[in-house]
């Protein structure tokens, strides 16, 4: 016997075996009127009413229930019972009313019945999380968030979740989790690394704002971009670049950008040999200046513009050395008042609380970075560099 006909008896063998399956109807003791005989008569299924009582010569008679009305079980009323449930406020219509079923409502999402009433499900404050969100019938159950979870939300959803392991991220904690509060790692962006990196230096930023003509020829991004050397800034940052600044303010976004993606490149490396000279200056007039957290926070507060958070400071100094702390402080108001910049706006500096040393020193070192020294800095460097397009733009500017 080959498979094929095997496969087609065993599905004929099934279909041909007849399963019939009477069902006998529950009775009921009914008295006929006529001949006051006591008969046992059959009851009428759910979707039903009685319509007629048995006789002696007739069975049962049974009606479907009429629009509105149900009955749920065998019996032998001679009436469907009312759908008498109406859906109240923040209640929708979970079964429309059938013929053996009642109308079924529930509250709507987010609600939950309590006795008659749809109840808003509870929010679990900060520290606390869901562990059993509501359903239509049930509240929403909150537990404190245990050792190594937080919740920093109020919400009828959220569960407590897990502490950020800074450790895991190849990052120091900064702030310690709680209960309310992720854990904080120290950020790991262009503007602050573990390694107290700064993105722009003073005497970068001197230069890259220097290297701006007072007025700027249309196409002065484009050419700039084509003379560089290095890696190319790509088309899609250099437009998001003229979007979100002014002219003058693109060409130091420019430059800062294309240094960051040529950091490790030999012609950016030969720029930062000679601005090495400059950075020396830069320390020279303040790497001696050696302030306490309450005197960095006094300079913060005396910078125009908006502050950099007391918090920001304080974990700064954990990264960074005492010569950088104020390179770095003035690094991070920078990137805090959008790259604004930093040399003109140490002018604006308010020096009654501050050691009068510091304002000295600062005064004398905007001084140096808009000396003679930096123009020919400019000149030897970057002139060299972007070539004698860019050197004609600039002198028919100057
Ligand atoms: C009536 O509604 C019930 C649920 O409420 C459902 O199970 C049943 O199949 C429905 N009957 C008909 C005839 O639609
Ligand atoms: C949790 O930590 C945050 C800062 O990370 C702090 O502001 C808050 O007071 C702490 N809460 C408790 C209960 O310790
Ligand atoms: C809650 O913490 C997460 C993770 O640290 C953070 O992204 C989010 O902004 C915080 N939300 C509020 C309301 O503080
Ligand atoms: C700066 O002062 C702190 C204490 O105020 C001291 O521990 C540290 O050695 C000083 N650093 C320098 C470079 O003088």
């Not at 006998?24 to 008295?31: A, L, M, T, V």
């Not at 991220?169 to 262009?190: F, I, P, W």
Request: charged share 20%; net charge positive; proline share 5%.
């Amino acid at each position: 016997m080959n498979r094929l006909t095997y496969y087609a008896l065993a599905i004929f063998n099934i279909s041909v075996t007849p399963i019939v399956q009477e069902i006998s109807p529950p009775k009921y003791h009914h008295k006929d009127p006529e001949t006051s005989e006591r008969l046992l008569c059959d009851q009428c299924p759910p979707g039903t009413y009685v319509r007629q009582h048995c006789t002696a010569a007739r069975k049962t008679e049974c009606s479907p229930c009429p629009s509105n009305h149900y009955s749920e079980h065998w019996h032998y009323s001679q009436e469907c019972k009312y759908c008498s449930v109406v859906c109240k406020e923040m209640q929708y219509v979970q079964q429309e009313c059938n013929s053996t079923h009642n109308r079924v409502c529930e509250c709507i999402d987010g609600w939950y019945l309590e006795l008659e009433f749809c109840l808003r499900h509870r929010k679990c404050p900060p520290g606390f999380g869901v562990v059993q969100p509501g359903t239509s019938e049930s509240d929403t159950i909150c537990r404190r968030c245990t050792k190594g979870f937080f919740s920093n939300e109020t919400s009828s959803t959220a569960a407590c979740q897990q502490h950020t392991s800074c450790h895991s991220l190849g990052m120091r904690t900064a702030v310690k989790g709680n209960a309310t509060h992720d854990s904080l790692c120290y950020q790991n962006t262009e503007a602050s690394t573990s390694k107290c990196e700064i993105d722009v230096s003073l005497c970068e930023e001197a230069l890259f704002r220097f290297a701006v003509p007072s007025e700027l020829a249309p196409n002065w991004l484009n050419i700039l971009v084509e003379s560089l050397p290095g890696m190319k800034v790509k088309e899609a940052n250099l437009d998001r670049i003229k979007q979100k600044y002014n002219s003058q303010e693109q060409i130091f976004q420019l430059l800062k950008l294309w240094k960051l993606q040529n950091k490790e490149q030999d012609v950016v490396k030969n720029v930062i040999q000679d601005i090495d000279l400059c950075e020396k200056g830069v320390l020279k007039h303040i790497g001696h200046i050696n302030l306490t957290t309450d005197e960095l926070l006094a300079l913060m507060q005396s910078l125009p513009g908006k502050k950099v958070l007391k918090d920001d400071i304080k974990s700064m100094l954990l990264v960074c050395n005492s010569p950088k702390h104020i390179l770095k402080l003035l690094s991070l108001w920078r990137t805090k008042n959008g790259d604004h910049d930093t040399i003109r706006g140490i002018r604006h500096l308010k020096t009654k609380n501050i050691p009068p040393a510091v304002a000295q020193n600062l005064k004398k070192l905007i001084r140096f970075l808009h000396s003679p020294t930096m123009y020919r800095l400019y000149q030897k460097l970057f002139l060299k560099m972007i070539g004698n397009q860019v050197q004609s733009l600039k002198a028919g500017c100057l």
